[in-house]
């Protein structure tokens, strides 16, 4: 069954008329209820305000990294553990193919259901996952095989075990590591970025968003507890954070906003892993025209530039 947000009502009634004109067998009224709902998505989806986009990078049907590596990898094997503590399933590594190009995909997992999230631990690495990350990128490296990140977590899991074994070093290490990274490397924003547990895997000589994902410093509810000492007004926070992914194509702080479907990733998800897909094959061989000076020269000149403003 679909799940629909508040916003998307009218397009669920149309739906389920168009169901009920199915079952009359009445043709012409589903034809006229197909053009009206095209209208009503158009309507819709063209006005999203920030708020509305931070519920569709957090569907609970959105598709994850996993569900995008089954759909556009083939002779995959997946690569586990970091050498050094255990096995972070939030965090998950594939070797395989995307079209003809042999890839390692590096992507945080949410996971589905009571049991699946629970492993998954909500989509929040420990320290171990992102040595893991690590791990598969100097693999990458050794061998010259481009990288794709896939970027959807909350946020680094903040647990007592996770300062215990360094969430901090970890992170920092892999901004250094991936900073240094000497093959293409390809990030994308797939759902929800956050703070430090987005950026940990978010270097990269492209980094791109989903048109409905959110990447942020901090979540809107944080926020608002923060400054209001009210998470209530999460609303508030998501439209003056400029998070979306609009937003930050504007402020020079992503270089590019992938068009995954109008109706949303979660409505068609061949669609939105064709659109990724097609923008890693793109963007791979624009980088091969680069040599390795120039790409790491332009990646040290994109790190650097963040954050630079003139009056």
């Given at each position: 069954?679909?799940?629909?947000?508040?916003?998307?009502?009218?397009i669920?009634?149309?739906?389920?008329?168009?169901?009920?004109?199915?079952?009359?067998?009445?043709?012409?009224?589903?034809?006229?209820?197909?053009?009206?709902?095209d209208k009503?998505?158009?309507k819709?989806?063209?006005?999203?305000s920030?708020?509305?986009?931070?519920?569709?990078?957090?569907?609970q049907?959105?598709?994850?990294?996993?569900?995008?590596?089954?759909?556009?990898?083939?002779?995959?094997?997946e690569i586990h553990?970091?050498?050094?503590?255990r096995?972070?399933?939030a965090?998950?590594c594939?070797?395989?193919y995307i079209?003809e190009?042999?890839?390692?995909v590096?992507?945080?997992?949410?996971?589905?259901?009571?049991k699946?999230k629970?492993?998954?631990?909500?989509g929040?690495?420990?320290p171990e996952?992102?040595?893991?990350?690590?791990r598969?990128?100097k693999?990458?490296?050794?061998?010259?095989?481009?990288?794709?990140?896939?970027?959807?977590?909350?946020?680094?899991?903040?647990g007592?075990?996770?300062?215990e074994?360094?969430?901090?070093?970890?992170i920092?290490?892999?901004?250094?590591?991936?900073a240094?990274?000497?093959?293409?490397?390809?990030?994308?924003?797939i759902g929800?970025?956050?703070?430090?547990?987005?950026?940990?895997?978010?270097v990269?000589d492209?980094?791109?968003m989903?048109r409905?994902?959110?990447?942020?410093v901090i979540?809107?509810?944080?926020c608002?507890?923060?400054?209001?000492?009210?998470?209530?007004?999460?609303?508030?926070?998501?439209?003056?954070?400029?998070i979306?992914?609009?937003?930050?194509?504007?402020?020079?702080?992503?270089?590019?906003?992938?068009?995954?479907?109008?109706?949303?990733?979660?409505r068609?998800?061949?669609?939105?892993?064709?659109?990724?897909?097609?923008?890693?094959?793109?963007?791979l061989?624009?980088?091969?025209?680069?040599?390795?000076?120039?790409?790491?020269?332009?990646?040290?000149?994109?790190?650097?530039?963040i954050?630079?403003?003139?009056?």
């Amino acid at each position: 069954m679909a799940t629909y947000l508040d916003f998307e009502q009218k397009i669920k009634n149309i739906q389920e008329d168009i169901i009920s004109a199915q079952v009359r067998h009445d043709g012409h009224a589903v034809e006229i209820l197909e053009k009206s709902l095209d209208k009503e998505v158009s309507k819709t989806y063209k006005n999203l305000s920030p708020f509305q986009k931070l519920q569709l990078a957090r569907h609970q049907d959105r598709p994850y990294a996993l569900d995008y590596i089954n759909l556009i990898m083939r002779d995959k094997y997946e690569i586990h553990g970091d050498r050094h503590f255990r096995d972070d399933a939030a965090i998950i590594c594939y070797l395989g193919y995307i079209g003809e190009e042999k890839v390692m995909v590096i992507g945080e997992q949410k996971g589905r259901g009571t049991k699946n999230k629970l492993k998954r631990n909500f989509g929040m690495p420990h320290p171990e996952g992102y040595r893991k990350a690590l791990r598969a990128a100097k693999m990458a490296e050794k061998f010259n095989i481009p990288l794709l990140m896939l970027i959807d977590t909350p946020g680094a899991y903040p647990g007592l075990g996770a300062e215990e074994r360094n969430q901090s070093e970890a992170i920092a290490r892999n901004l250094l590591e991936l900073a240094e990274l000497d093959t293409q490397t390809i990030s994308i924003v797939i759902g929800e970025g956050g703070s430090g547990g987005a950026l940990a895997i978010g270097v990269a000589d492209r980094l791109a968003m989903m048109r409905y994902s959110v990447f942020s410093v901090i979540s809107p509810e944080g926020c608002s507890a923060i400054l209001w000492n009210d998470p209530a007004k999460a609303e508030a926070a998501t439209n003056a954070m400029k998070i979306t992914s609009d937003d930050l194509k504007e402020l020079n702080l992503i270089d590019d906003v992938i068009d995954e479907p109008l109706i949303g990733a979660h409505r068609d998800k061949d669609g939105s892993a064709s659109a990724i897909a097609d923008y890693f094959l793109t963007e791979l061989q624009a980088l091969r025209t680069m040599s390795s000076q120039e790409r790491m020269s332009a990646r040290y000149n994109k790190l650097t530039g963040i954050g630079a403003f003139s009056e």
